[in-house]
């Protein structure tokens, strides 16, 4: 049974820091790329950043210099760093992984998705 569960999410205020995190399950976490996308409110789901296996990462360029991805594949987890937090950064984050062990920026490349976790950025 394929799991992804996030959690991290929350109320948080702008200017300051978060980190989501991805505990996963049921796949061979250490060879599979992982990704973090996002959608807010009346917006289509967005990519943000991937990892491959090696910690190699890729980001979108709305999150270049705001976040950071990270994986530990000895505890199966993946984090996504955001700091300092925006006001438009508001959206559910969702964790993926995907059909490869590299980068993947889209979402039609990714193959589990967790339910996601709520990140609301207050003014």
């Known amino acids: 049974q394929v799991r992804l569960v996030e959690s991290g999410g929350g109320l948080v205020q702008a200017g300051g820091s978060l980190t989501l995190t991805c505990a996963a399950s049921g796949f061979t976490f250490k060879s599979t790329g992982m990704g973090w996308f996002r959608q807010a409110p009346g917006k289509e789901r967005e990519f943000v950043a991937s990892?491959?296996?090696?910690?190699?990462?890729s980001y979108a360029d709305s999150a270049t210099g705001r976040f950071s991805i990270t994986r530990d594949n000895d505890k199966n987890t993946m984090s996504l760093l955001i700091s300092p937090l925006k006001p438009e950064d508001t959206a559910v984050y969702y964790c993926?992984?995907?059909?490869?062990?590299?980068?993947?920026?889209?979402?039609?490349?990714?193959?589990?998705w967790g339910q996601g976790t709520q990140v609301t950025v207050s003014l």
């Open positions: 990892i491959a296996w090696s910690g190699s990462s």
């Open positions: 993926a992984a995907s059909d490869s062990s590299w980068f993947r920026t889209q979402v039609s490349q990714y193959r589990y």
